[in-house]
């Protein structure tokens, strides 16, 4: 059966969430492709290519689960643990703007690397992977979290859909982190459909059916998904054309940090005065922001106008 684009203009690589579903087989999905977003986000880092592997995973890992989940707000992925890499954020918001933070030891990163074993393990170790959606003071806010176990940070949130929300998540995720070029990370999600709502398929045969969409998944390549020539449409095409696929209007993904000037005043503000004014050098207080580096900074009258 022939891919059915329902509307919207499809996109060049790069950037973007691109959602279909798989109409005989009862199953939602969605491809994330991003790399101005990357760029822009290690521009003033200076990130080892794991570090910025991990980071651009956990990014596409982002923006592919904001896709699937209904929320007006912030989605925020972050992961915390004992490991070299001990910091991994990345947050997106409904309207599709996006930025990704790291922090690691270096020294550690590097003795890690000489070592055999799978990302998580070996980069970031024992802890935590926190899923949080926060959509607004006048709504609760609501978080889910789960440890980091298996090879990756797909594996991990596998493991969080298939244990808190029950629902069969299936993840692929491919990053291209090379000098003097600009990075690339794909993701590749698909999510079987709630039992009440599906009327493609009868309930015997749902087992079959994810079984063979998962099996049809893991024979993509990353020089496939990663394809600079292959449109997302393409991909799904080789994959399903044999059971209906449909794609719908990509949602377009951009970096963008939140900080300002106004933000960093109201958490200054939150401190004790005595706390902030031992921050002073040559009189004044820099606070910068970790995700884009912008250097925020704060005169003793600005200090003290914080206060009045």
């Known amino acids: 059966m022939p891919i059915d684009q329902a509307d919207g203009v499809m996109s ?6 691109q959602p279909f579903q798989i109409e005989d087989l009862g199953i939602l999905g969605r491809i994330v492709r991003l790399d101005g977003v990357l760029a822009s986000a290690f521009a003033h880092q200076d990130y ?3 570090v910025a592997s991990l980071l651009a995973e956990s990014m596409v890992l982002t923006a592919g689960l904001a896709g699937i989940i209904k929320f007006e707000g912030i989605f925020t992925l972050q992961s915390q643990s004992d490991g070299p890499v001990n910091l991994l954020m990345a947050d997106i918001t409904s309207d599709g703007d996006m930025r990704g933070y790291a922090r690691f030891d270096g020294e550690a990163v590097e003795l890690a690397s000489d070592q ?4 998580v393990p070996k980069f970031l ?4 992977l926190a899923l949080t959606i926060d959509q607004g003071q006048d709504m609760e806010r609501y978080q889910g979290i789960v440890e980091l ?6 594996d991990c949130a596998q493991e969080y859909f298939k244990n808190s929300e029950q629902l069969e998540t299936a993840i692929i995720i491919f990053s291209e982190i090379e000098a003097d070029a600009i990075p690339r990370a794909a993701a590749l999600l698909i999510q079987r459909m709630p039992s009440e709502v599906e009327d493609a398929i009868a309930h015997d045969d749902e087992d079959e059916a994810w079984n063979r969409a998962v099996a049809l998944m893991s024979s993509i390549k990353a020089e496939e998904l990663l394809s600079k020539e292959l449109s997302a449409s393409q991909v799904l095409y080789r994959l399903y054309h044999e059971d209906g696929v449909r794609v719908y209007t990509q949602k377009i993904v951009q970096h963008t940090c939140r900080c300002s000037y106004e933000k960093v005043s109201t958490t200054l503000a ?3 005065r005595e706390e ?6 040559n009189g004044l207080v820099t606070v910068t922001c970790e995700f884009c580096k912008t250097d925020y900074r704060f005169s003793k009258e ?3 106008s914080l206060f009045e």
């Open 125 to 128: 170790g024992a802890g935590h």
């Open 270 to 272: 939150s401190f004790p």
């Open 149 to 154: 176990t298996g090879s990756s940070i797909a």
């Open 302 to 304: 600005d200090v003290a």
């Open 48 to 50: 080892p290519v794991e």
């Open 116 to 119: 055999s074993g799978s990302m």
């Open 12 to 17: 060049e690589f790069g950037d973007f969430i």
């Open 276 to 281: 902030i004014e031992d921050m002073s050098e």
